[in-house]
C-alpha cells in the first residue's frame, strides 16, 4: 500500500470510531433513531434486543452485494472497510463499554449529531463510505432515476416516523435536529469553514486595482473577460481570494482606485493553492 492509502484508510478508521462513540454515547442509548441505518439498527435494538452492529451489517452485506452486482468491485474496498469497521466498533463500544454522558435527549441529539457528522466526514474526506442508505439511494438511482438526494430523505424520513410510532413524536422531532445537524456538520469537513472571501470586481480601473491587490497586500489576482450587457463595452473582471481579517483592506484600496468599482463578496469555503492550504 502507498503511504497515501495508509492516510486514507488512518482517517476512515478515526472517522469510523468517532461515529460509533456518537451513536453509542449519545444516540442509541438516548432512543434517537436519526435516519439511516444506524437508526434502523437503533429501532431494531429495542423491539428486539438486536445489537445495532449486527443489524447494521446484516442490512449492508446484501446491499454490498447488489453494489458488486450493479455498479463493480470498484465502488469501494474503503468503502467495505468503513461498513465493516462501523458495525464491529458499535457493538464493541455498547453494553456499558463506553459511558453514556447524558440521558437528555436534546443534548444527546445535539452533540450526537454533531459526533456522527464529523466521523462520516472524515470518512468522506478519505474517500470512503460507511455503506448503508448511501449505497442503496446509488442502486435505486440507477434502476428507478430518482434523485439520490430524494431517496435518502425518503429513507431517513420513515426511520424517524417508525421511531415517532413506536416511541413518540418528541424523539421523532429529536432524530430529525441529528439529522440535520449531522449534515450540516458533513459539509463542514469537506469543504471547511468559510474562513475566506472570493472578491470578484467589476471596474474602468482593473490595472490600478491589481496593481493594488498585488504590491500592497501581496495577493493574487486574475482577470477574467467579461461584457456589459447594458453598454455592449468589453472589460476585464478581477478574481482575488483573500481572507476575513484582510476584506477591509481589499474594500480600501479599490475604493481608492476606483470610487465607482462593483464588488461582490462571497464566502469560500476552502482554498487550495499559493497562500492557502497546499494539501490537495
Same mark, same amino acid.
Given at each position: 500500500?502507498?503511504?497515501k ?5 488512518f ?5 469510523v470510531l468517532?461515529t460509533a462513540?456518537?451513536l453509542?454515547m449519545?444516540l442509541?442509548p ?10 434502523i439498527?437503533t429501532l431494531?435494538h ?8 449486527v ?8 446491499l ?5 452486482r450493479?455498479l ?9 472497510y468503513g461498513?465493516i ?17 447524558t440521558k437528555n435527549p436534546?443534548? %444527546? ?5 454533531i ?6 466526514g472524515l470518512?468522506?474526506?478519505? !474517500?470512503?463510505?460507511t455503506?448503508g442508505?448511501d449505497?442503496a439511494? %446509488?442502486?435505486?438511482n440507477?434502476?428507478?432515476k ?6 435518502l ?7 424517524i416516523v417508525?421511531a415517532?410510532i413506536?416511541w ?6 429529536f432524530?430529525?435536529?441529528t439529522?440535520?445537524?449531522t449534515a450540516r456538520?458533513?459539509?463542514?469537513? #469537506? ?5 475566506a472571501k472570493?472578491?470578484?470586481?467589476i471596474?474602468?480601473?482593473?490595472e490600478?486595482i491589481?496593481r %493594488?491587490?498585488?504590491e ?5 489576482a486574475?482577470a477574467l473577460r467579461? #461584457?456589459?450587457m ?9 478574481l482575488s481570494?483573500?481572507?476575513? %481579517?484582510e476584506?477591509?483592506?481589499l !474594500?480600501?484600496l479599490?475604493?481608492?482606485?476606483d ?5 461582490i ?7 487550495l493553492?499559493?497562500?492557502? !492550504?497546499?494539501?490537495?
Amino acid at each position: 500500500m502507498t503511504w497515501k492509502a495508509v492516510r486514507d484508510y488512518f482517517g476512515i478508521t478515526i472517522g469510523v470510531l468517532l461515529t460509533a462513540v456518537g451513536l453509542d454515547m449519545f444516540l442509541i442509548p438516548n432512543k434517537i433513531a436519526a435516519g439511516g441505518v444506524s437508526g434502523i439498527g437503533t429501532l431494531v435494538h429495542y423491539l428486539t434486543g438486536f445489537p445495532v452492529g449486527v443489524t447494521m451489517l446484516v442490512i449492508n452485506v446484501p446491499l454490498f452485494i447488489m453494489g458488486i452486482r450493479e455498479l463493480g468491485f470498484g465502488f469501494g474496498l474503503r468503502s467495505l472497510y468503513g461498513t465493516i469497521t462501523l458495525s464491529v466498533a458499535v457493538d464493541l463500544m455498547a453494553g456499558g463499554r463506553i459511558p453514556v454522558l447524558t440521558k437528555n435527549p436534546l443534548l %444527546a441529539a445535539l452533540y450526537g449529531g454533531i459526533l456522527v457528522g464529523i466521523g462520516i466526514g472524515l470518512v468522506f474526506r478519505n !474517500k470512503g463510505t460507511t455503506g448503508g442508505t448511501d449505497l442503496a439511494a %446509488a442502486l435505486v438511482n440507477r434502476h428507478l432515476k430518482a434523485s439520490v438526494g430524494l431517496v435518502l430523505f425518503v429513507i431517513d424520513a420513515t426511520v424517524i416516523v417508525a421511531a415517532g410510532i413506536v416511541w413518540n413524536a418528541e424523539l421523532a422531532l429529536f432524530a430529525l435536529l441529528t439529522v440535520f445537524l449531522t449534515a450540516r456538520v458533513i459539509d463542514v469537513v #469537506q469543504e471547511g469553514f468559510g474562513y475566506a472571501k472570493a472578491a470578484l470586481i467589476i471596474s474602468e480601473r482593473p490595472e490600478e486595482i491589481t496593481r %493594488a491587490i498585488l504590491e500592497r497586500m501581496d495577493r493574487g489576482a486574475t482577470a477574467l473577460r467579461g #461584457q456589459g450587457m447594458y453598454t455592449g463595452t468589453d472589460r476585464d473582471v478581477i478574481l482575488s481570494v483573500v481572507t476575513r %481579517a484582510e476584506v477591509s483592506r481589499l !474594500k480600501e484600496l479599490v475604493h481608492e482606485a476606483d470610487p465607482r468599482a462593483f464588488v461582490i463578496l462571497a464566502d469560500v469555503h476552502e482554498v487550495l493553492g499559493e497562500g492557502f !492550504k497546499k494539501r490537495f
